[in-house]
T-cell receptor, first 113, second 109 residues
Framework: DTEVTQTPKHLVMGMTNKKSLKCEQHMGHRAMYWYKQKAKKPPELMFVYSYEKLSINESVPSRFSPECPNSSLLNLHLHALQPEDSALYLC????????????FGPGTRLTVL | QKEVEQDPGPLSVPEGAIVSLNCTYSNSAFQYFMWYRQYSRKGPELLMYTYSSGNKEDGRFTAQVDKSSKYISLFIRDSQPSDSATYLCAMRDTDKLIFGTGTRLQVFP
């Protein structure tokens, strides 16, 4: 099973709202990733968690706050977003070391009004 | 110069054609090369994963890596309308994937 699940599929929020995106995998992977993808562009890396610890933050604004409660779950907390943050948010996971190809979830399509 | 260059297309071919998708890269340290397929409004799906130079075949798909030329290719044989998607090449740099811009492919019946 190479499935990464993400909820919700779609999210519409105002600039003053607080919301969270959720990601789950049961492949025993110890690295998890958040990406942002705008239309007709490749995914852009936001955060990397390795063994439940934040290992890479690609200078993402603090209105995005990641959390890794355990090795299977990854959250992205959203607060005071801007309309330009509207995008497809993708979660991915991989093994650590060796063949660590990344498997992506279906994404959450976020619209900020 | 971008680290990974990919022709954005769109590429439009008839059903049954052989499709060639290509990427060039500048960082000679890349060793792991991937091709992802992404349907509209969906997440990327891993198609092929190759390590170092050589060929890898999986059904109608063949991935080639030429490290001396810093060039990778994905060939699709007997293309089908269901292959219509955006194809992203990606290369691993430690924990990061460096993506090409993606090539949009349209296979018409």
């Amino acid at each position: 099973d190479t499935e990464v699940t993400q909820t919700p599929k779609h999210l519409v929020m105002g600039m003053t709202n607080k919301k969270s995106l959720k990601c789950e995998q049961h492949m025993g992977h110890r690295a998890m990733y958040w990406y942002k993808q705008k239309a007709k562009k490749p995914p852009e890396l936001m955060f990397v968690y390795s063994y439940e610890k934040l290992s890479i933050n690609e200078s993402v604004p603090s209105r995005f706050s990641p959390e890794c409660p355990n090795s299977s779950l990854l959250n992205l907390h959203l607060h005071a977003l801007q309309p330009e943050d509207s995008a497809l948010y993708l979660c991915a996971s991989s093994q650590r070391g060796g063949r660590n190809e990344q498997f992506f979830g279906p994404g959450t399509r976020l619209t900020v009004l | 110069q971008k680290e990974v260059e990919q022709d954005p297309g769109p590429l439009s071919v008839p059903e049954g054609a052989i499709v060639s998708l290509n990427c060039t890269y500048s960082n000679s340290a890349f060793q792991y090369f991937m091709w992802y397929r992404q349907y509209s409004r969906k997440g990327p799906e891993l198609l092929m994963y190759t390590y170092s130079s050589g060929n890898k075949e999986d059904g109608r798909f063949t991935a080639q890596v030429d490290k001396s030329s810093k060039y990778i290719s994905l060939f699709i044989r007997d293309s089908q309308p269901s292959d219509s998607a955006t194809y992203l090449c990606a290369m691993r740099d430690t924990d990061k994937l460096i993506f090409g811009t993606g090539t949009r492919l349209q296979v018409f019946p």
